[in-house]
């Protein structure tokens, strides 16, 4: 599900990431994170992550960024900005992948620094080997 961004849109998708991040309930980590998906109709809906004392409990920013769309009424996502660093480019984290692809394999992602600086790289090369049903072939074993 290929889409043609506009810069515009890849800014703004910056620009919701980094103020997500703002919001990033990290107090056991110190690690905040922001996000923001694009959806149908140019909408963009932002995420950030929120742990728990319970470790375990806690939640990425781009899988609440895709819930929130999700929940707001959104199925179909282009790209997914994500931030955490000054310098560096974040990488989703294997779970978020996954949760990706289940919406659009070829999602575009932003993934990009507070300086607003970013790289595009589509999730197809990040997970090139996901978890699908289809892979799975049926066996059985014949009783003697
Ligand atoms: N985290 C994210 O929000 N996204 C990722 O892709 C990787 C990790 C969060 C989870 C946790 O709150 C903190 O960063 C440290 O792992």
Same mark, same amino acid.
């Given at each position: 599900m290929?889409?043609?961004?506009t810069n515009a849109e890849i800014q703004l998708l910056i620009a919701q990431a980094i103020q997500a991040r703002e919001?990033?309930?990290a107090p056991y980590s110190?690690?905040?994170v922001g996000s923001a998906v694009l959806s149908e109709n140019a909408k963009i809906y932002p995420g950030h992550n929120i742990?728990? *004392?319970?470790?375990s409990l806690s939640i990425c920013a781009e899988r609440n960024a895709l819930y929130h769309a999700h929940i707001c009424g959104a199925n179909t996502f282009y790209a997914l900005a994500v931030v955490y660093h000054e310098t560096e480019f974040a990488k989703p984290c294997g779970s978020?992948?996954? *949760?990706?692809h289940e919406f659009n394999p070829e999602?575009?992602?932003v993934l990009c620094n507070l300086r607003k600086e970013y790289r595009l790289l589509s999730l197809s090369k990040l997970l090139p080997e996901p978890f699908e049903k289809s892979q799975f072939q049926t066996h059985k074993?014949?009783?003697k």
């Open positions: 290929l889409k043609p961004i919001q990033a309930y110190g690690f905040k742990e728990n *004392v319970s470790y978020c992948r996954q *949760v990706m999602l575009l992602l074993i014949e009783a």
